[in-house]
């Protein structure tokens, strides 16, 4: 059974700048599951990568997660969920033309959460995943 993704016509639809930013339910039945650590802004040498600049680093965490989940066999499109960890929720949330470069596939469902500080003082934005793979 292919992944449903479905948008409760009861339940508020959040949209930014005309992107649709989450799926409300996503299920998966039949497959297997893939854990995707909190990926930071930080480059193949551990560099961070767009200190100060929110949509640079969101740039950088989003392809880390691409990366990971290639090394698992699948792609930003098998994102079910994702968790979100940001310094600052309204510069965040500034830049969701990014956020929909990368997950505007797969719209997996998606919990945000501003917190005071990340592991390094120049991240800003962490994000930890679930997909999905046939197995």
């Known amino acids: ?3 449903k993704r479905l948008q409760p016509d ?6 930014l700048k005309g992107h649709t930013l989450y799926s409300h339910v996503v299920v998966a039945s039949g497959k297997s599951l893939v854990f995707i650590a909190g990926q930071l802004a930080r480059d193949q040498e551990g560099r961070i ?5 929110m949509g640079a680093q969101i740039r950088q965490v989003g392809e880390n997660l691409r990366i ?3 090394s698992a066999g699948v ?4 994102l ?3 968790t979100t960890y940001v310094t600052d929720i309204d510069e965040f949330f500034k ?3 990014i956020r929909h470069e990368i ?3 797969s719209l997996p469902t998606s919990t945000t959460v501003e917190v005071r500080r990340l592991s390094h003082p120049e991240l800003m934005v962490e994000i930890e995943a679930i997909a999905t793979i046939e197995r």
């Open 68 to 70: 990971a989940l290639e």
């Open 10 to 15: 009861r339940l508020f639809q959040r949209t």
């Open 95 to 97: 830049h969701p033309e």
């Open 49 to 53: 990568v767009g200190a100060g600049d």
């Open 80 to 82: 079910v969920k994702t």
């Open 75 to 78: 792609g930003l499109a098998d």
């Open 1 to 3: 059974m292919p992944t």
């Open 103 to 105: 997950f505007g596939q």
